[in-house]
T-cell receptor
Framework: NAGVTQTPKFRILKIGQSMTLQCAQD?????MYWYRQDPGMGLKLIYY???????DKGEVPNGYNVSRSTTEDFPLRLELAAPSQTSVYFC?????????????FGPGTRLTVL | GQQLNQSPQSMFIQEGEDVSMNCTSS?????WLWYKQDPGEGPVLLIA?????ELTSNGRLTAQFGITRKDSFLNISASIPSDVGIYFC???????????????FGQGTILTVHP
């Protein structure tokens, strides 16, 4: 199993540009998550999904959109990039049920908005 | 929102020393987890705790779910250079009807181990 994969690893955007961060998992997990990590801070939940077609907002959803058309994929969309969105973005997945919070993380996407 | 206070923020220790770090909250948590993040990588789960008072080990790592349900501790015995990284606590609380999916993370403890 490849686990959780994320692309790209690095990206530089100009203010106002848009992009999609890709996330895929091959563990047949129902639950998937997007987090952002700022320097010296813990992870903040952006959006999560409990299954295909079901998404919900996390703690910091403004400026982002998600979709979940398949169990495997959970892309994160930035429509109008702003410097405040400079961060490292992590995708994660987990089983549903009692161990849903034992999350498996991808390697991250480091995004810089200039 | 809920917050977890993790301490210390950073630690510089000699190889072979034991390490302790903790995480506290003003509210009750139902689950505590400890993750480790290596440089340039995503966090990896070390230990999950589900019951107040629970003490769980994973090799040289031992974690406890505080009896008040408002704190958790992680101990690393006989540290080695590969223990270097950032350690995060995380918790889940269903207080106020919080839905599944929402973990709260601490700010992290940066561990440096000198050979």
């Amino acid at each position: 199993n490849a686990g959780v994969t994320q692309t790209p690893k690095f990206r530089i955007l100009k203010i106002g540009q848009s992009m999609t961060l890709q996330c895929a998992q091959d563990m047949n997990h129902n639950y998937m998550y997007w987090y952002r990590q700022d320097p010296g801070m813990g992870l903040k939940l952006i959006y999560y999904s409990v299954g295909a077609g079901i998404t919900d907002k996390g703690e910091v959803p403004n400026g982002y959109n998600v979709s979940r058309s398949t169990t495997e994929d959970f892309p994160l969309r930035l429509e109008l990039a702003a410097p405040s969105q400079t961060s490292v973005y992590f995708c994660a997945s987990s089983y549903s049920g009692s161990t849903w919070n034992e999350q498996f993380f991808g390697p991250g996407t480091r995004l810089t908005v200039l | 929102g809920q917050q977890l206070n993790q301490s210390p923020q950073s630690m510089f220790i000699q190889e072979g020393e034991d390490v302790s770090m903790n995480c506290t909250s003003s509210s009750i948590f139902n689950t505590w987890l400890w993750y480790k993040q290596d440089p340039g990588e995503g966090p990896v789960l070390l230990i999950a705790l589900y019951k107040a008072g629970e003490l769980t080990s994973n090799g040289r790592l031992t974690a406890q779910f505080g009896i008040t349900r408002k704190d958790s501790f992680l101990n690393i015995s006989a540290s080695i250079p590969s223990d270097v990284g950032i350690y995060f606590c995380a918790g889940f609380s269903n207080a106020g009807g919080t839905s599944y999916g929402k973990l709260t993370f601490g700010q992290g403890t940066i561990l440096t181990v000198h050979p």
